[in-house]
Nanobody
Framework: VQLQASGGGLVQAGDSLTLSCRVS????????VGWFRQAPGKEREFVAT???????FYSDSVKGRFRLSRDNVQKMVILQMNSLKPEDTAVYYC???????????????????WGQGTQVTVSS
């Protein structure tokens, strides 16, 4: 499975941005696909994920502002980010797993496939 993230950029606080993760080499509906982010000097953290069951999970820091969706035909997972804050600044990575259980969806150790990352910068 290969993942390619795109859509990052420089925006102002309060703006919106859409990230896309294109998945190839596998059947998207059989994978849990999530987004993680890593700010400078910080550990990579969970943002949101959609399981193969279509259940969606968000971190508390983005809940209510970000929306995750999946297009099985286009083989893409879309992260719509609204009301962006400077603290959302990070490199965003999409990742996929065929084995992660629901209780561990926020744990990056259970994701075997990773995209290259896309930079999101939010200015104040």
């Amino acid at each position: 499975v290969q993942l390619q993230a795109s859509g990052g950029g420089l925006v102002q606080a309060g703006d919106s941005l859409t990230l896309s993760c294109r998945v190839s080499g596998g059947t998207l509906s059989r994978y849990t696909v999530g987004w993680f982010r890593q700010a400078p000097g910080k550990e990579r953290e969970f943002v949101a994920t959609i399981r193969w069951t279509s259940a969606i999970f968000y971190s508390d820091s983005v809940k209510g502002r970000f929306r995750l969706s999946r297009d099985n035909v286009q083989k893409m997972v879309i992260l719509q980010m609204n009301s962006l804050k400077p603290e959302d600044t990070a490199v965003y990575y999409c990742a996929a797993s065929s084995t992660v259980i629901q209780s561990e969806v926020s744990n990056l150790r259970f994701y075997s496939y990773w995209g290259q990352g896309t930079q999101v910068t939010v200015s104040s």
